[in-house]
């Protein structure tokens, strides 16, 4: 079975601090994901992973960055956080082939920015 | 891009009720999923079906995709079954990337 792990499920953090979200996928996976999910506006891709040290932006990647070092780790980092980030962020992960894309998604991480 | 849109945005039942949830989508697609969250966040996946008829226990899933939508059945039903169902797609073309619609809220009631 795949298995995509965050690293907490509920984080509280003060406006300014970096915060790092960590996101690991054990099935060699090439894509990763990076969405938030907010009341009314559905999932939201923030940043999207199809290798090492590759990235494209989603949607809103303001305020965030990526990094992808390994291929079965991806963060998510918000440089200073704000108290707009809080939200729900959930992780996924997906392997491109033969145009099958199925995705699997990680349990979440709660962010509370005060 | 494409454009998914669910319906309904709401359903309340009562348990062994049976629903059906529909998800049409505005192109063509080459990958389908349907994803339940559960009351803690997390989306599990229900059926990977970008066309023809699955089963898995009390849930099935159709997909056409030449008439471009795709139907989750939810037969005696049960509290368990509360959550937001989403329906993803990935248009054909070969995108990485799955476009979601806004999801359905079930509640389902003892």
């Known amino acids: 079975d795949v298995k995509v792990t965050q690293s907490s499920r509920y984080l509280v953090k003060r406006t300014g601090e970096k915060v790092f979200l960590e996101c690991v996928q054990d099935?060699?996976?090439?894509?990763m994901f990076w969405y938030r999910q907010d009341p009314g506006l559905g999932l939201r891709l923030i940043y999207f992973?199809?290798?090492?040290?590759?990235?494209e932006k989603g949607d809103i990647p303001e305020g965030y960055s990526v990094s992808r070092e390994k291929k079965e780790r991806f963060s998510l980092i918000l440089e200073s956080a704000s108290t707009n980030q809080t939200s729900m962020y959930l992780c996924?992960?997906?392997?491109?082939?033969?145009?099958?894309?199925?995705?699997?998604f990680g349990p979440g991480t709660r962010l509370t920015v005060t | 891009g494409i454009q998914v849109e669910q319906s309904p945005p709401d359903l309340i039942l009562q348990e062994g009720a049976n629903s059906t949830l529909r998800c049409n989508f505005s192109?063509?697609?080459?990958?389908l999923q349907w994803f339940h969250q559960n009351p803690w966040g997390q989306l599990i996946n229900l059926f990977y079906?970008?066309?023809g008829t699955k089963q898995n226990g009390r849930l099935s899933a159709t997909t056409v995709a030449t008439e471009r939508y795709s139907l989750l059945y939810i037969s005696s039903s049960q509290t368990t079954d509360s959550g937001v169902y989403f329906c993803?797609?990935?248009?054909?073309?070969?995108?990485?990337?799955?476009?979601f619609g806004r999801g359905t809220s079930l509640i389902v009631h003892p």
């Open positions: 996924a992960s997906s392997v491109p082939g033969q145009g099958v894309y199925e995705q699997y």
């Open positions: 099935m060699d996976h090439e894509n």
């Open positions: 992973s199809y290798d090492v040290k590759m990235k």
């Open positions: 192109d063509s697609v080459n990958n």
């Open positions: 079906i970008p066309s």
């Open positions: 993803a797609v990935n248009a054909s073309g070969g995108s990485y990337i799955p476009t």
